[in-house]
């Protein structure tokens, strides 16, 4: 039986047709056109739900930059979601990246999970250990575009190993982030001062640079960038994101810049000595969710204002409400994934119940006290960094059926036990340490990049979860516990939404559905 036909092109449509299914294998096929990339967020595929509303079905690729690092925008999920939020989650402890190193940081890239610090190494999962490897970019940050790699450098940015931005004579070009065929940077000249207002005709200055670029072109242009002088000298970000047709950025002292139709927009000013920073950007529905600094929360774009949005997530019991950072956003599962400093919290949003859970804290020690703001504050008080042992969840990354979540201190120190003698002999060891989290019914794999259509189909039984691209399976999982009792007597019916869902609108040229069972 085939049932239910959408096809979207220049615009979205929303198709929704009554169909019932029995408690039996189905799949879902999608014919997408993704257009030429030129950095676009590609969205959302589908959404469905069991007849009784137990379970929410769906698949798309996900829009998340999180300080460090963007997520793979050609990784494709698809995820089975508990509608009243319950979920059953096996922790697993995998081998630390740095044998001396108090932070990691992850990043993934071609269905393989990368460490940065202490230089580049990929898990394998097969020896359960950490592999010197050397690719594309080394340490850099990238990002996959077309069948090419961009690699932001040291103020230089390349594409497939060829240079298409060179560093700058004066100062430095920092934070690149490639997205609606613009390459956008900072261009900072701080000229050894602290941060201050600009001054007109000062050499000081802090830019903001939006580059039309595409695969095709040997070279940025500079002669063709919309640039903004920003209002404060030395101002960066932690943060880049994308909402439809809109690049944000929020500066590290409380500036908020949208680029859009061509040009610059402050939203925010900045204030110098007030703390409101973005850690983290995540595409989620019809809006882009920002965690955000000194709350701890996740506040919300609507393309127009930020809403600030109480209990996003709630704070731990028992710790302080100051100085909360939602540094790690991303979707597992079909549900939302906050990691919160510092105290290593690790929270998670169901959609359907829209229920906060507390999923878990990501160290055990030291005791929780709202007596102090950080971790250690007492018996690190002679430190020059006085939350130098806060506690961060630095990345959480899909891949496969998995969630890697990583753990650091402030930054990722190098350990000396002379001088925190608190710490030892192994509770250092906590800092810099990888989690392997999973819980069944979510799936992702990196997909080909193909110009013109591409078919990628979602499979589902009652014991497995598989996605395959033009015929080839791209990954399969096995489905336990309690969601494959759920899947066995699952009933389809209600309705099928084409191109929308948690991941936001599908951001491609043209989408058709079907279902096939």
């Not at 799936?443 to 110009?451: E, F, N």
């Amino acid at each position: 039986m085939k049932a239910i036909i959408c096809i979207c092109r220049s615009s979205l449509l929303i198709l929704a047709l009554p169909w019932f299914a029995a408690a039996e294998d189905f799949t879902v096929s999608v014919v997408v056109d993704r257009g030429s990339d030129v950095g676009q967020s590609f969205g959302s595929l589908f959404e469905m739900t069991s007849d009784d509303g137990s379970l929410v079905i769906g698949a798309g690729f996900q829009n998340v930059y999180n300080t460090r690092y963007r997520g793979d925008r050609h990784s494709i999920q698809f995820f089975v979601r508990p509608a009243n939020g319950k979920r059953e989650f096996a922790v697993k402890e995998l081998a630390r990246p740095s044998d001396n190193l108090m932070g990691a940081y992850l990043f993934s890239r071609d269905d393989v999970v990368y460490s940065t610090y202490g230089g580049l190494k990929s898990w394998d999962s097969d020896s359960e250990s950490w592999k010197n490897v050397s690719g594309a970019g080394g340490t850099n940050e990238t990002m996959r575009v077309a069948n090419g790699v961009l690699v932001f450098g040291d103020s230089s940015v390349s594409y497939n190993n060829h240079e298409i931005l060179a560093a700058p004579e004066v100062g430095r070009y920092e934070l690149f982030f490639y997205a609606n065929g613009y390459l956008c940077f900072y261009h900072i000249h701080r000229n050894g001062k602290p941060y201050h207002f600009y001054e007109e005709g000062e050499e000081g200055f802090s830019r903001l640079y939006a580059c039309p670029w595409s695969p095709s072109q040997k070279q940025v242009n500079l002669s063709t960038a919309v640039t903004l002088r920003l209002p404060v000298v030395g101002e960066t970000t932690f943060a880049w994101g994308q909402l439809g047709q809109q690049i944000v950025t929020g500066s590290n002292i409380g500036g908020f810049y949208t680029f859009e139709n061509g040009q610059w927009k402050m939203l925010l000013a900045p204030i110098i000595g007030k703390s409101y920073q973005l850690y983290s950007t995540l595409g989620f529905h019809d809006q882009l969710l920002m965690g955000q600094y000194p709350t701890g929360r996740v506040f919300s774009f609507d393309s127009k204002q930020i809403h600030d949005q109480a209990g996003w997530p709630p704070v731990l019991a028992g710790v302080s409400k100051n100085a909360r950072e939602a540094q790690t956003t991303i979707i597992y599962g079909g549900d939302l994934m906050v990691g919160v400093w510092p105290w290593g919290e690790l929270w998670r949003y169901n959609p359907d119940s829209e229920q906060w859970i507390f999923t878990r804290r990501m160290f055990e020690h030291p005791t929780v006290s709202d007596k102090i703001t950080h971790p250690y504050d007492f018996e690190n008080r002679d430190s020059t960094v006085g939350n130098m042992w806060g506690q961060r969840v630095t990345s959480l990354v899909v891949n496969g059926p998995h969630l890697y979540v990583s753990t650091s201190a402030k930054a990722p120190y190098q350990w000396m036990p002379d001088r925190f003698p608190f710490l030892a002999p192994s509770k250092w060891k906590s800092y810099g340490k990888v989690y392997q989290l999973t819980t069944p019914g979510n799936l992702a794999a990196s997909t080909k990049w193909t110009a013109g259509p591409t078919t990628l189909t979602f499979s589902l039984k009652a014991n497995e979860l598989s996605i395959h691209q033009d015929g080839l399976l791209l990954t399969r999982s096995q489905v336990t516990g309690k969601m494959r009792d759920q899947l066995k007597a699952m009933r389809i019916s209600e309705s099928v939404q084409w191109g929308t869902g948690v991941y936001g609108r599908y951001g491609g040229k043209t989408i058709a559905g079907r279902i096939v069972r």
